[in-house]
């Protein structure tokens, strides 16, 4: 009952920005967390940045300094700006909420992904 939709990835040459977006849709009681995943060929999937419903953040070590995560709560989206981005960055970006449909009954959520390549 509940849908991701993301938007902004592509193709960037090295040290380019993008933002990604990811909009929640459905029946929703209440989000309490959103962020980003990614997985590139050849690794694991690994978390890239989250945000709670008490607005903490959390960062990967790789992406610390370089991406920011914000939410707008009241259009049930999140935002990813990724910046200086570099090789290492190319991957399958997916976004994850846990979201509540009726109140206390959490589920996790996943986005389709979307494709950011870093080259020349």
């Known amino acids: 009952q509940v849908q991701l939709v993301e938007s902004g990835g592509g193709l960037v040459q090295p040290g380019g920005s993008l933002r990604l977006s990811c909009a929640a849709s459905?029946?929703?009681?209440?989000?309490?967390?959103m962020g980003w995943y990614r997985q590139a060929p050849g690794k694991s999937r690994e978390l890239v940045a989250v945000?709670?419903?008490?607005?903490?953040?959390n960062y990967a070590d790789s992406v610390k300094g370089r991406f920011t995560i914000s939410r707008d709560n009241a259009k049930n989206t999140v935002y990813l700006q990724m910046n200086s981005l570099n090789a290492e960055d190319t991957a399958v970006y997916y976004c994850?909420?846990?979201?509540?449909?009726?109140?206390?009954?959490?589920?996790?959520?996943w986005g389709p992904g979307t494709q950011v390549t870093v080259s020349s």
């Open positions: 459905g029946t929703i009681f209440s989000i309490n967390s």
């Open positions: 994850n909420a846990v979201v509540a449909v009726m109140k206390d009954r959490y589920s996790q959520y």
């Open positions: 945000t709670t419903s008490g607005g903490s953040t």
